[in-house]
Every structure is written in C-alpha cells, then in structure tokens.
C-alpha cells in the first residue's frame, strides 16, 4: 500500500526528522508507528548514523504491530523490523538477525542490558518508547535493576522519542518520567521529589498542582513537544478503528477444538468429554472451546480449556496504561474468568454502574451485548472497546458498539477514535466471526471464506 501523509502524519513526520530528543503526544489511530518507521527509513536513506534504533514497547505491541505496520506499506518492505520477543534462546537468537529497527517489550530491557555486557557493546543509537505512559512511575516505582539499565541505555541513545495518546492519565505528576529520559531532569528536574516540590503540593488525595503548574510546565516542555489534537485535523470522525488481536490455541486446546469441529465430540480429558448435537451447537461449542472454557452438560457446568484469551486481554489492558475499557462478553464462563482474571473492572448492571463509568470512576466494565440495548449513553467514560467473545448477530455487535460509538463520541464533544479490539484465536470461528462483522458478510459468505482457508 502506497503511504501519503494523512491529517497530521505530516508535521508528525517533519517534528520527528527535526528533533533528536523529543515527545510526540499523538492518539490511537493517528499513524505514530508509520510516521516513526516513514522517518527510520528517511534518515537510514540520508546515510544517519543513528541505527540500529530499538523500540520500547508493551509485548503485544512489541510482536504484532511493528511488524504489521512495515509490512502494510510499500516503502517499508525492505526495512527490517525485527522482534526481540520470546524466551532467552529466542531473543538472543533475533538479535543476530540484520535489522534497522528492533522491538522489545519493557520488561526484558535488563536482559538486553546484560546480554550485550553492560553499556560496553551497546548497539542502538537511538530510542523509541512507544505508549511512553508506561516510563511515568518506571524510575519511581520499579527503581532496581531495570530502571538503572533505562537510564543507562536512555543516556548511551543519540534520539530519544517518547510517544503516546495519553502522556499524563493520572494527571501532571505523570509527566516527570518520560521527560527524564529526553533530558536527563534538566527541564522538570533531576529527581521526581525535586518536580513534586516544585510544582505541587501534599492534599488530601495525594500531590496536587499548584494553580500555575499546568502553564509552566507546558511552556518549559513545549520546544520538544508535539501535541497533536484530533480537533485541528478532523471535522468528523470516521468509522471505528478496527484492531484485530490474534493468539494460537495452545496444544491441547488446540486438539480438542479440532476434534469437536470435524467430529462434533471431544475428549477434554480421561473423565469429561463433550459433543455438539448439531452444527448450530457445533458452532457454538467452537466459539467456546476458542474463548477458554465450554459448558459439559445442560447444568451449565464448564471446564476450562485455556487461558490465551485471558492472557491476551491482559496485555491489552496493560498497553492501555490505565485508559478505561469496555469488555463485551458473551458466556456466563467467560464472565466467572474474567471477574477473577480482573477483579477491579465492573459489570455492568444498573444506571450507577453507567453513571461510575460516564464519571470515569471505572478503570473497566464487562457487558453482555444483550444488555447493552438502545437507551445507554457509555460514551463519557471512555471510547476503547474489547470483543472477548464472539457476538451471535451483527446487530448485537453494532449495538455495543454503538454504545461508546464515533457519533456519541462527536455528540458528547469527545472528538476521539473509537477503537474495537478483537480478541481472535487462529483458525478458529473467531475468524468467521470477524470476517462478518468487517465486511458486513452474511453468514454464508463468511462460512465459505471459513472452510477455503482450513482447507
């Protein structure tokens, strides 16, 4: 695909090709990853010195996106973009391959540290901190052994970027970190305790700023700051952005879905089996076993089949740094899961759970489709929703959607994207499902498309 700078794609571009050390504070949807790459692939072709260049980011991120994107575009075919993802023996290995930009999740980034001995072999010459949210508490609340390799690899990196949609979630208290590591504290200062005495004071609720600290704090870090607003580029928003998630089945997991979609009947284990009495309860039986769990007898009893669903929402929720998100399930099993796997998310039930949620008191909420009928207005307290399951019906589908939709966000003056991640298990009915719900499909052009490719 051809790229040709969209809305704000262009300044993005030439604030990142002027700036070395710099913030670019720019939302989901906006284009960060191919504006960076677009530049990676200018300089790299300008004969800069400053590559490799490694790029901070969540896991899922880290292995999916960045190497999705440099496929998606046709000026980036040749760049080699290369994850650093996987056990010790994996990473190691990916670090021999020829790459101008690599990827690592932020957890590992002491392991790279030692693998190359310190700072002594240190390779990477420039830096890129994707959801940069994640480095506001890393110096603070992590400290050890893993914010001293930050800080040494940040102060070894000639360029420095920090992106993000939301640089201060929790407030301006956020935005010592990510500073830090552009200019080493000589803006906000050199310690977190040197910013807090500064610009806030002890309250009742915590630090809070002083009536000026917003203003000065803006103006000292506007020379390096990049601050796009949706408002200035788009006179309406678009359709949701559409941000499929996609996971393996685990062996058995795997072997027991293969079973009941060629057989109708599957052995989950020496005591418990289970078998779909037609294809309609096959269908339903498929979409189960690919969520995690599926019911063995008509008591609604359920066994659990694994966990990857789990696991990938788990990585979402930690890539969105705190923003508030919308979980459609569909199984009375998945709920029991997910209470458990996220004991601080709501379920959605009664006006006060809406109301918290339009308040932005929830960090998340969990709704059945069915339940989010016409009349409910979520659109306040967030615009990130997660399909966990799949929804029989395009209707449903739509309606939950719709909840936090781009019209109710533009109504309610959220100028925003509206983002919809689909949590689907390779081939798997989750595919179908998807399928349907991107391209409208019906049923039957979908279930074509479905068993073409199996085949």
Known sequence: MLWTPKGPQGVMRDFLLENRRCNLWA?????????????????????????????????????????????????????????????PKERAAA?????????????????LVEHFGGM????????????????????????????????????????????????????LIDLWGPNWFV?????????????????????????????????EIMELIAPFTL?????????????????PIYFDLPAKARRVYNEMELDMFSEIDSY??????????????????????VYVDEQKNWELIHDGKINALGELVDELCGEPLLVSYHFKHDLERLRKAFPDFRVYDTKQDEDDWNAGRLRGMFAHAASAGHGL???????????????????????????????????AGHPRP?????????DTVNELDYARAKNKASVQDAMREYVRKRR
């Open 27 to 87: 939302g989901m949807g906006t284009g960060k990853t191919s504006v960076y790459l677009t530049v990676a692939d200018i300089l790299e072709m300008a004969g800069s010195q400053f590559f490799p260049a490694l790029a901070l980011a969540p896991k899922r991120v880290a292995r999916d996106t960045w190497p999705a994107e440099q496929q998606k575009w046709d000026h980036l075919r040749d760049m080699g973009v290369v994850p650093i993802i996987g056990s």
């Open 95 to 111: 670090l021999t391959r020829s790459g101008l930009v690599y990827m690592i999740n932020y957890e590992n980034i002491p392991w």
């Open 120 to 171: 002594k072999r240190w390779p990477f010459k420039a830096i890129v901190a994707d959801e940069s949210r994640k480095l506001a508490n890393f110096r603070i609340r992590y400290g050890g052994v893993r914010a001293a390799a930050l800080s040494r690899i940040a102060k070894a990196t000639h360029r420095w970027v920090n992106m993000t949609g939301t640089p201060a979630p929790e407030g």
């Open 183 to 215: 200019d080493f504290g000589q803006t906000l200062g050199h310690t977190h305790g040197a910013f807090a005495s500064r610009w806030f004071t002890k309250g009742e609720y915590g630090l809070e700023p002083h009536a000026h600290s917003e203003k």
């Open 227 to 243: 601050s796009i607003d949706p408002k200035d580029w788009y006179d309406g928003l678009e359709d949701p952005v559409f941000r």
């Open 272 to 293: 418990t089996s289970v078998e779909a009495m037609n294809s309609g309860s096959k269908y339903g039986k498929c979409s189960q076993i690919a969520s995690g769990a």
């Open 377 to 411: 207005n979520w659109q306040d307290g967030g615009c990130n929703i997660a399909i966990f399951s799949g929804i029989p019906g395009l209707e449903l589908r739509q309606q939950i959607i719709e909840r936090i939709g781009p019209l109710r966000q533009m109504m």
């Open 418 to 426: 509206v983002n919809v991640w689909d949590l689907i298990a390779r």
